[in-house]
């Protein structure tokens, strides 16, 4: 518990990153993906559309539905994008819905910020005083770990695409990492910190997570418990009531039943790949943070994050590989990351910048040779496998996607210059290349290649092969469909769906079955089947219409 700590950091290495650049960093970030797009496939889909189903008057807002099936337990994600289509009508649904959204996962950086700043000023987190003075000052330095820490979120691959869907597990994030909040200010701020405890965990539950709520609970019971504040000891019985809170609302919702049942399927090996890729670069620093600062394991500055990252790993591990699940702990794997700072080398540091450096601009430059292909047709085979593997897409030009990517590309190469130049104080320089990396493929992708990507990913382009043979706002009857298709007929298509009547009792004049390539069209009394077709980039899922018979009407 005395072990001396391994950080060595001067006034000059403290110095924060210009919250102007901070600011960009995040927009660069969090905006890409928001505008432009239909919902994607599966979960994204799906979400919106039991969010536009309540916002329509097509399911009540305690009992969220699609197609009349019911939905689990997260009625909170469902609640804020249907109030939001509501309250922007002149907007399209699926950006209005996304809006909120968007707004989380900013929030999940600012409390990923504060978090962190509350953590490294705690005593046990200082950096080693120097004979003559010249250490960091307590607050510059936990300003620069807290930089740090907001960085490695950005750079965390797993995030990308998950944390930019309209899905309950975002919420569930948010929730997380209030919690994460909630344990990292209780010694400062008592009253903030409770009270972010006591929404957290609830919210966590009404989003479909009540089995991971009451495991923080436990978590954070046990390390304010042994806590050397007295103040935080305190704030034990308070998490422990969230927890109760979180309990409650679970069982209200019925969402446990799911969660228990998954918690036979253990892979730990897939479990331990999906981590590989999904926690990169955050999971590395982490380990290195576990090992120099093995004597203060017991501490908050450690104890906290390690514990939130522990149990959603465990919870990943229980639902047999879920990245959702881990998802949950990358905010508190990247404080972990962040207090790996203080204690890298000069070379660890090189290799991280030079290995960002390469695989970035590689990644910036093949998006844009593809993207030239689409426009121009040179290079020919990049064009021509685009053409193979997204067929009837049609490029589309857009001069402010362009430009936008464009000063986002000479962004990262300014950065490159400012890194690989004599910079090489900041705290949190060895970050700034991995976030803005992340931050301008991600965003190339957003702009330049978002016309393709919604083509591959969206179910517009079946709507539209459906539309040749079911009239719009026609009924279909959609037994044992995908709840993502499900969702995409009701809120994109426009059309009736059915899907808990019985084929030879609904009242419908279509009926749709899902089934891979390998299965026979399945028969249905009193349907006969008039068209077989699937999405243009899906090789494995088909749809097979059926229209009511004439002897059958």
């Given at each position: 518990?005395?072990?001396?700590?391994?950080?060595?950091?001067?006034q000059?290495?403290?110095?924060?990153?210009?919250?102007?650049?901070?600011?960009?960093?995040?927009?660069?970030?969090v905006?890409?993906?928001?505008?432009?797009?239909?919902?994607?496939?599966?979960?994204d889909?799906?979400a919106f559309?039991?969010?536009?189903?309540?916002?329509?008057?097509?399911?009540p807002?305690?009992?969220?539905?699609?197609?009349?099936?019911?939905?689990?337990?997260?009625?909170?994600?469902?609640?804020?994008?249907?109030?939001?289509?509501?309250?922007?009508?002149?907007?399209?649904?699926?950006?209005?819905?996304?809006?909120?959204?968007?707004?989380l996962?900013?929030?999940?950086?600012?409390?990923?910020w504060?978090?962190?700043?509350h953590?490294?000023?705690?005593?046990?987190?200082?950096?080693?005083?120097?004979?003559?003075?010249?250490e960091?000052?307590?607050?510059?330095?936990?300003?620069?770990?807290?930089?740090?820490?907001?960085?490695?979120?950005?750079?965390?691959?797993?995030?990308?695409?998950?944390?930019?869907?309209?899905?309950?597990?975002?919420?569930?994030l948010?929730?997380?990492?209030?919690?994460?909040?909630?344990?990292?200010?209780?010694?400062?701020?008592?009253?903030?910190?409770?009270?972010?405890?006591?929404?957290?965990?609830p919210v966590?539950?009404?989003s479909?997570?009540?089995?991971?709520?009451?495991?923080?609970?436990?978590?954070?019971?046990?390390?304010?418990a042994?806590?050397?504040?007295?103040?935080?000891?305190?704030?034990?019985?308070?998490?422990?009531g969230?927890?109760?809170?979180?309990v409650?609302?679970?069982?209200?919702?019925?969402?446990?039943?799911?969660?228990v049942?998954?918690l036979?399927?253990?892979?730990?090996?897939?479990?331990?790949?999906?981590?590989?890729?999904?926690?990169?670069?955050?999971?590395?620093?982490?380990?290195?943070?576990?090992?120099?600062?093995?004597?203060?394991?017991?501490?908050?500055?450690?104890?906290?994050?390690?514990?939130?990252?522990?149990a959603?790993?465990?919870?990943?591990?229980?639902?047999?590989g879920?990245?959702r699940?881990?998802?949950?702990?990358?905010?508190?794997?990247?404080?972990?990351?962040?207090?790996?700072l203080?204690?890298?080398?000069?070379?660890t540091?090189?290799?991280?910048?030079?290995?960002?450096?390469?695989?970035?601009?590689?990644?910036?430059?093949a998006?844009?040779v593809?993207?030239?292909?689409?426009?121009?047709?040179?290079?020919?085979k990049?064009?021509a496998?685009v053409?193979?593997?997204?067929?009837?897409?049609?490029?589309?030009?857009?001069l402010?996607?362009?430009l936008?990517?464009?000063?986002?590309?000479l962004?990262?190469?300014?950065?490159?210059r400012?890194?690989?130049?004599?910079?090489?104080?900041?705290?949190w320089?060895?970050?700034?290349?991995?976030?803005?990396?992340?931050?301008?493929?991600?965003?190339?992708?957003?702009?330049?290649?978002?016309?393709l990507?919604?083509?591959?990913?969206?179910?517009?382009?079946?709507?539209?092969?459906?539309?040749?043979?079911i009239?719009?706002?026609?009924c279909?009857?959609?037994?044992?469909?995908?709840?993502?298709?499900?969702?995409?007929?009701?809120?994109m298509?426009?059309?009736r769906?059915?899907?808990?009547?019985?084929?030879?009792?609904?009242?419908?004049?279509?009926?749709?079955?899902?089934?891979?390539?390998?299965?026979?069209?399945p028969?249905?009394?009193?349907?006969?089947p008039?068209?077989?077709?699937?999405?243009?980039?899906?090789?494995?899922?088909?749809?097979?219409?059926?229209?009511?018979?004439?002897?059958?009407?």
């Open positions: 518990m005395n072990s001396p700590t391994p950080a060595l950091v001067t000059r290495a403290a110095q924060r990153l210009p919250r102007m650049a901070l600011l960009l960093f995040c927009a660069a970030y905006l890409p993906g928001v505008f432009g797009r239909d919902p994607w496939k599966n979960a889909v799906s559309g039991h969010m536009a189903a309540l916002a329509e008057g097509r399911a807002w305690f009992a969220p539905a699609l197609a009349g099936l019911p939905t689990d337990g997260a009625l909170v994600p469902y609640w804020l994008g249907a109030v939001f289509i509501k309250a922007l009508p002149w907007l399209d649904a699926a950006l209005a819905a996304r809006i909120p959204f968007a707004m996962l900013a929030l999940v950086l600012t409390l990923t504060y978090a962190t700043y953590l490294a000023r705690t005593e046990a987190a200082q950096p080693l005083a120097f004979a003559f003075g010249g960091a000052t307590p607050v510059d330095y936990a300003r620069a770990v807290a930089d740090g820490a907001l960085l490695a979120v950005v750079a965390t691959l797993g995030l990308l695409q998950l944390g930019h869907e309209t899905t309950p597990e975002l919420v569930q948010v929730g997380a990492t209030l919690f994460l909040y909630a344990l990292a200010a209780a010694p400062f701020r008592k009253g903030r910190s409770r009270a972010a405890a006591l929404l957290a965990l966590m539950a009404a479909g997570a009540p089995a991971m709520a009451v495991v923080l609970a436990a978590v954070g019971t046990a390390i304010c042994r806590s050397a504040y007295a103040q935080v000891r305190g704030t034990a019985l308070w998490i422990a969230a927890g109760l809170a979180a409650a609302v679970g069982t209200a919702l019925s969402a446990w039943g799911w969660r049942a998954d036979a399927n253990l892979h730990p090996f897939s479990t331990l790949r999906l981590l590989a890729w999904f926690g990169w670069p955050a999971w590395p620093l982490a380990l290195w943070t576990l090992w120099r600062w093995r004597g203060h394991l017991l501490h908050r500055h450690i104890s906290v994050p390690l514990g939130i990252t522990l959603a790993v465990l919870a990943c591990l229980a639902m047999g879920s990245d699940a881990l998802m949950l702990g990358v905010p508190s794997l990247a404080v972990l990351a962040a207090f790996a203080p204690t890298l080398q000069r070379s540091a090189a290799a991280i910048d030079w290995f960002s450096v390469f695989f970035f601009s590689i990644c910036a430059l998006i844009w593809i993207y030239a292909a689409l426009q121009t047709g040179v290079p020919a990049p064009a496998n053409a193979r593997l997204a067929p009837e897409f049609v490029p589309v030009f857009s402010p996607a362009l936008i990517a464009a000063a986002g590309t962004a990262w190469i300014w950065l490159v400012w890194r690989t130049g004599r910079h090489r104080h900041p705290l320089k060895s970050l700034v290349l991995p976030a803005g990396g992340v931050a301008v493929c991600w965003l190339l992708l957003m702009t330049l290649w978002l016309p990507l919604d083509h591959a990913r969206s179910y517009r382009p079946l709507l539209a092969r459906l539309g040749e043979h009239p719009r706002d026609a279909i009857a959609a037994p044992q469909v995908p709840r993502a298709l499900l969702a995409a007929l009701e809120s298509g426009r059309y769906v059915d899907a808990i009547t019985p084929p030879e009792l609904a009242p419908c004049e279509f009926l749709i079955a899902s089934l891979d390539a390998k299965q026979p069209t028969e249905y009394p009193g349907w006969k008039i068209a077989r077709i699937q999405r243009p980039t899906d090789r494995q899922d088909f749809t097979v219409v059926y229209r009511r018979s004439a002897a059958a009407r």
